[in-house]
């Protein structure tokens, strides 16, 4: 029997209009309102929202929170004041990874909220109670009493201030409030994953229904998750699954630096520490094609003699930048930027030459 596919809060707004539905980590998403393009180039010179209710939230607090955080996150929870979050990831032991993900240090003494991946709630979840034995801590899978909208954009703090009535321009990148809306708890916060400056803003699921016909009534464009993947990917933004996973570190997919190694321990530092210092077998690349031809995921990546030496693992004819471009995860010893490696379309053999990942300046107001 097939396994039910949940809904998020906003699902009747998306089905009143009109978007294309699919299932998307166990749930139905909308993929599309109008079209991708249409979508991607408002978020890009405008303001786009996106339903991220899906995300999961998972709070750790209690007098070890800290140490344990920081036991299970790549990054380094210890400098951070109140009110900010840190990108990151958790590792297995072996330096593979269980899920990037945010971590926010609330405004409670001994209190962080970690937003994973709608995929691997369940997962994270069970690794982290796992891996919480000798902590004093207190752990809360809250993800169902929290919805979710990613407001992104030029235009988001200026259209979004407006909506809220309340002026966003003092809350810094990466840094986040607590504050009311339509009489809830709610977390506004400068983050998001399309490149652009913009927010996310978390709070009870009747709150962020009430928010989402206020964008919309205030002009702002209703984006799908096609859309957003085509903002992260040009932005140089990795998808658990395709650029990271148990088999993909953060050291082979390019972002050993949000892993810090000069704190006393975390799960997974070993092997990170090894594969910075020997390197690794395969390496995350940016590839960029002369022609028009779409490098999908899964397409082989080829040496002109037809050797496979890799596997594309997200790519587009870009939106923005009007190329097809791809990342690849390859051998790294062909994975040097300006190289020229060959990528099978169906049965023809295309030129790309590598080149950096992040293939969109992003507009990050930092």
């Known amino acids: 029997m097939e396994e039910q596919l949940k809904t998020t809060c906003l699902y009747p707004e998306h089905v009143a209009l009109g978007a294309k539905m699919s299932p998307f980590a166990g749930f139905m998403m909308p993929i599309q309102y109008t079209n991708i393009t249409d979508e991607h180039n408002a978020v890009r010179h405008h303001c786009g929202v996106f339903d991220v209710s899906h995300m999961g939230e998972i709070f750790v607090s209690g007098p070890d929170a800290e140490r344990f955080v920081n036991h299970i996150f790549t990054g380094d929870v210890r400098p951070m004041t109140e009110g900010q979050c840190q990108y990151g990831m958790m590792l297995y032991p072996d330096g593979g990874t269980v899920d990037d993900l945010l971590v926010y240090k609330e405004y409670r003494k001994d209190h962080y909220l970690l937003v994973v991946n709608a995929a691997n709630v369940d997962k994270d979840e069970k690794w982290i109670r796992q891996n919480s034995e000798g902590f004093v801590v207190n752990i809360k899978n809250e993800s169902p009493a929290w919805g979710q909208v990613a407001v992104q954009g030029p235009e988001a ?175 790294r010893e062909v994975g040097a930027l300006g190289n020229t490696l060959y990528i099978q379309i169906h049965r023809k053999v295309f030129p790309a030459v590598v080149v950096k990942k992040r293939f969109y300046q992003t507009n990050y107001k930092k």
């Open 157 to 331: 703090e200026q259209v979004l201030g407006k909506v809220l009535a309340a002026d966003l321009s003092g809350i810094e990148f990466y840094h986040f409030v607590d504050t009311m809306l339509y009489g809830k708890r709610a977390i506004v916060s400068r983050t998001g994953y399309t490149g652009e400056d913009g927010f996310e803003v978390y709070a009870a699921p009747e709150a962020i229904v009430d928010l989402w016909k206020a964008l919309l009534a205030a002009g702002v464009v209703p984006c799908g998750l096609g859309c957003r993947d085509t903002l992260r990917f040009e932005a140089g933004l990795p998808l658990y699954g395709d650029e990271l996973s148990a088999d993909i570190s953060p050291v082979m997919a390019g972002f050993s630096m949000f892993c810090k190694l000069d704190k006393p321990e975390f799960i997974g530092k070993d092997a990170i520490a090894q594969q910075k210092a020997e390197g690794t077998a395969k390496k995350l690349v940016g590839l960029e094609m002369a022609d028009k031809a779409i490098p999908r995921a899964g397409y082989p990546v080829q040496l002109e003699d037809g050797t496979e030496v890799g596997v594309v693992t997200t790519g587009y004819h870009s939106i923005s930048l009007d190329k097809s471009i791809c990342f690849a995860l390859v051998n």
